[in-house]
């Protein structure tokens, strides 16, 4: 049950996404975007920090792997690895954020600034929500919660936290990866 009604919200959740992804295709194509604000976007870093969140849900599906087998132990390693790398990701794209916001690239200053701060903004709050119940059930594993593998929870909020690392490899494709290559092909 508690997988079905996951699935169920990550199905409206994708909708919700769906829905920023092409609200910032379409202003992309529009007068007033704004497309030099576009190049001030660190494609590299943020590469970096891409990699470490899709790294997140591999240490995930370990931790899920360990506790399946009752190694209570391995469990909390990975998920303590999990909710380090998905932090990294959050101060990587708060460091962004600072830099953009010093380009004076902000929220109302232009069509750019508000579709890329909506999209991925949601994004990582959808990232700070999965630590948050991440960290949650850590403190759960180490209160002795989790000693016998036989609870859905996990495989459960895998399936949250893998859907915002899809999610975040089409918004990097959509809004970093894209613009990238129409750059060099003027």
Same mark, same amino acid.
């Given at each position: 049950?508690?997988?079905?009604m996951?699935?169920l919200?990550?199905?409206?959740?994708?909708?919700f996404?769906?829905?920023? /992804?092409?609200?910032?295709?379409?202003? %992309?194509?529009?007068?007033?975007?704004?497309? +030099?604000q576009?190049e001030q !976007?660190? *494609?590299?870093k943020?590469g970096?920090f891409?990699?470490m969140?899709v790294?997140?849900?591999?240490?995930?599906?370990?931790?899920?792997?360990?506790?399946?087998?009752?190694k209570i132990?391995?469990?909390?390693i990975?998920?303590?690895?999990?909710?380090?790398?998905?932090?990294i990701?959050l101060?990587?794209?708060?460091?962004?954020?600072?830099?953009?916001?010093?380009?004076?690239?902000?929220?109302s200053?232009? /069509?750019f600034g508000?579709s890329?701060? %909506?999209?991925?903004?949601?994004?990582?709050l +959808?990232?700070?929500?999965? !630590?948050? *119940?991440?960290?949650?059930?850590?403190?759960?594993?180490?209160?002795g919660?989790?000693?016998r593998?036989?609870?859905s929870a996990?495989?459960?909020v895998?399936?949250?936290?893998?859907f915002?690392?899809i999610?975040?490899?089409?918004?990097?494709?959509?809004?970093?990866v894209l613009?990238?290559?129409?750059?060099f092909?003027?």
């Amino acid at each position: 049950m508690n997988r079905t009604m996951m699935k169920l919200v990550v199905g409206t959740e994708a909708m919700f996404f769906l829905s920023l /992804i092409i609200g910032f295709v379409y202003m %992309a194509y529009n007068a007033g975007f704004e497309p +030099h604000q576009v190049e001030q !976007l660190n *494609i590299e870093k943020t590469g970096i920090f891409s990699v470490m969140l899709v790294a997140s849900s591999f240490t995930l599906m370990l931790a899920e792997n360990k506790y399946k087998h009752g190694k209570i132990n391995s469990l909390k390693i990975w998920l303590g690895i999990t909710i380090l790398l998905g932090a990294i990701f959050l101060v990587g794209q708060g460091n962004e954020y600072a830099n953009l916001i010093h380009k004076n690239i902000t929220l109302s200053g232009s /069509i750019f600034g508000t579709s890329f701060y %909506a999209l991925t903004g949601f994004h990582g709050l +959808h990232v700070f929500i999965g !630590l948050v *119940i991440l960290s949650i059930m850590l403190l759960l594993v180490f209160l002795g919660d989790f000693n016998r593998p036989n609870s859905s929870a996990i495989s459960t909020v895998a399936i949250y936290w893998h859907f915002v690392d899809i999610v975040w490899v089409i918004v990097f494709g959509v809004v970093y990866v894209l613009p990238f290559f129409n750059h060099f092909k003027r």
